[in-house]
């Protein structure tokens, strides 16, 4: 990895915020009126990271409810409790400031590439004093296809004019690392995100890093 980068690509959730606590709010709020318990923030974590549709479905599966008789039902609902809470509950990760500022500094052109679906992803960005770092936004509902699909990397080298070797993606999961490897992007993992309840090490990054701002090029 001592190729010279063009751009980066950093993923959202669990990557530069820390949203479990907005997750939790809207689901539950969402359980609530639908009748049905409420789920742990230990599942929430274990779930996230593919996409609102599937979170919905899984939760939905979780309390023991027909994920496909009430998914209609359910996701106006967890839209709106979504965007009525979108920020309050999270937190940016430390380090996440500071990594993005120095990315910035680099001359690179940033694109923020999230499963989450782009009218939350945007706001979120906003609230948290990020959005000005990124050039493009694109969320899970920008392309026909999500992480851990290579299409939405492809599509956001095309957008922010870069070659995918030379186009670093930052995530949290195993998802940003499948993506990325079908896409002919080197990837670095954070160690502190949401994947899946496995070890970030087994998804075979290019590197593992605790804080965004610990990320040094070349590897």
Known sequence: ??????????????????????????????????????VPRAFIERTVGKG?????????????????????????????????????????????????QRLAAAGLPLACLTNKPGAF??????????DGFFSQVFGGDAFARKKPDPLPLLETCRALGSVPARTLMIGDSSNDAQAARAAGCPVVLVDYGYNHGQPVQASAPDAVISRLDALRWPL
């Open 1 to 38: 990895m001592f190729a010279p980068l063009q751009a980066a690509i950093v993923d959202l959730d669990g990557t530069l915020v820390d949203t479990v606590g907005d997750f939790e709010l809207a689901l539950n709020r969402m359980l609530d009126e639908l009748g049905l318990p409420q």
């Open 52 to 100: 609102s549709e599937h979170l919905i479905r899984s939760t939905l599966l979780a309390v023991g409810a027909d994920a496909e008789a009430l998914a209609d039902r359910a996701w106006p609902l967890y839209q709106r409790h979504y965007l009525a809470i979108n920020g309050q509950a999270s937190r940016v990760y430390p380090g996440a400031l500071e990594g993005l």
């Open 121 to 130: 992803a945007r706001p979120l960005l906003a609230a948290k004093g990020l």
